[in-house]
Structure formats: C-alpha cells, structure tokens
T-cell receptor, first 111, second 114 residues
Framework: GEDVEQSLFLSVREGDSSVINCTYT??????LYWYKQEPGAGLQLLTY?????DMKQDQRLTVLLNKKDKHLSLRIADTQTGDSAIYFC???????????FGKGTRLSVIA | DAGVTQSPTHLIKTRGQQVTLRCSPK?????VSWYQQALGQGPQFIFQ???????QRGNFPDRFSGHQFPNYSSELNVNALLLGDSALYLC?????????????FGPGTRLLVL
C-alpha cells in the first residue's frame, strides 16, 4: 500500500521561507494534499495538486510535484508565527478514496 | 455554510466500555470517512460511509463499527474499549466522485480510555 514519509521537524525565522518535503510510494496517487493541524485542533485543508500538474501556487503557498521521484513539497513564503503547526502530506487515488497520511512535520517559527 | 461538526469534543471512558461518536458532514456532502489519529502520528483511515453503507474499511478490528443516517450524518461506535483506543477521532466529509475532489475534516473528538 501507499507509504508517505515526511521529515518530523522544521524550524525557521519569521519572514523566511519554509519548505516542507514529502515522499510517497504509490505512483497511482492522483491527488496529493497538504493539511495543517494546530494544537488541539482538527485538520485544515491548505491546498492540493493533481498528479498531472507540476506546480500550484495559492497566495503564500507553492506546491511542487516531482512525479518521477514521487516527491512533493510545500513552500510557505514570508513565514509568520501563525504558521507554526503540524503539516501533513496525504495522497489518494481519487477524492473519495482513503487518504494516506505521513506522520507530519512540526513547523516552528521563531520570532 | 456549516463545516463538518463532531460531538462530543472530549470523552473519557474506562477499559471495556463502549463509546459512540457523532459527525455531521459539510452542507451538500454525502460521504463520511472516519480516521483515528494517535498521539504523534498521522491520521489512519477507519472506514467510509456512502448511501448508508460502509463502502471501504481500513485495518481496524470489528470492535469499530459505524452507521450513516438518511441525512448523511454518521456515528462511529467502538466496543470493548482498550487503552490503545485513546486518540483523536476525525470525521471527514466529501462529495461522491463527479462532485468534488477533497475531504474536509471536522475538529475531532478526543477520546481518553483509562
């Protein structure tokens, strides 16, 4: 089955860019998602990309997809303290098939 | 537009007891999925309901069961609770293929089993 790997921790200074990386094993993953989880809260959908795209930009967020290497990244420009959270990468074969999540990357933003 | 809602927010049970968690999907959504998120882990898929039937199931024992009602809301039941069932239980709603590509999550129910 699908396996999704993420680095566990990332620390950046306020105003810098953050890059969170993710690798996945299932090449049939059609949809790839980034979710944000703040302490004690549920998951907030940040953005998603279809497998036929290489890049998607949404305000401060840029998603890059390298299908050959099965590598997904999320870049947050001008990182703010409010961006401190756990970021999950997830994949699925369609919008309704089960999401397979990584363990999450804890982003700490230093003021 | 109401998002996904879950109740209760927190719950404490003892080993061997049974628990029922509830979820109301986002307006217009007809599919509900349940996930278990243990501390420090990513969410794990439990099962998905559509048209009042379980259509997909993850690697969870039969102690975990569910139900979907005609108004698309859903319940997750866990019998014979174990300490290891302590987790955040997340509900996600979506629209059947052809209507949407994403699953939206509720705030979760935090279950503690003592």
């Amino acid at each position: 089955g699908e396996d999704v790997e993420q680095s566990l921790f990332l620390s950046v200074r306020e105003g810098d860019s953050s890059v969170i990386n993710c690798t996945y094993t299932d090449s049939s993953s059609t949809y790839l998602y980034w979710y944000k989880q703040e302490p004690g809260a549920g998951l907030q959908l940040l953005t998603y990309i279809f497998s036929n795209m290489d890049m998607k930009q949404d305000q401060r967020l840029t998603v890059l997809l390298n299908k050959k290497d099965k590598h997904l990244s999320l870049r947050i420009a001008d990182t703010q303290t409010g961006d401190s959270a756990i970021y999950f990468c997830a994949g699925s074969n369609s919008g309704n098939t089960p999401l397979v999540f990584g363990k999450g990357t804890r982003l700490s933003v230093i003021a | 537009d109401a998002g996904v809602t879950q109740s209760p927010t927190h719950l404490i049970k003892t080993r061997g007891q049974q628990v029922t968690l509830r979820c109301s999907p986002k307006s217009g959504h007809d599919t509900v999925s349940w996930y278990q998120q243990a501390l420090g882990q990513g969410p794990q898929f439990i099962f998905q309901y559509y048209e009042e039937e379980e259509r997909q199931r993850g690697n969870f024992p039969d102690r975990f069961s569910g139900h979907q009602f005609p108004n698309y809301s859903s319940e997750l039941n866990v019998n014979a609770l174990l300490l290891g069932d302590s987790a955040l239980y997340l509900c996600a709603s979506s629209l059947e293929p052809g209507g949407g590509e994403t699953q939206y999550f509720g705030p979760g129910t935090r279950l503690l089993v003592l």
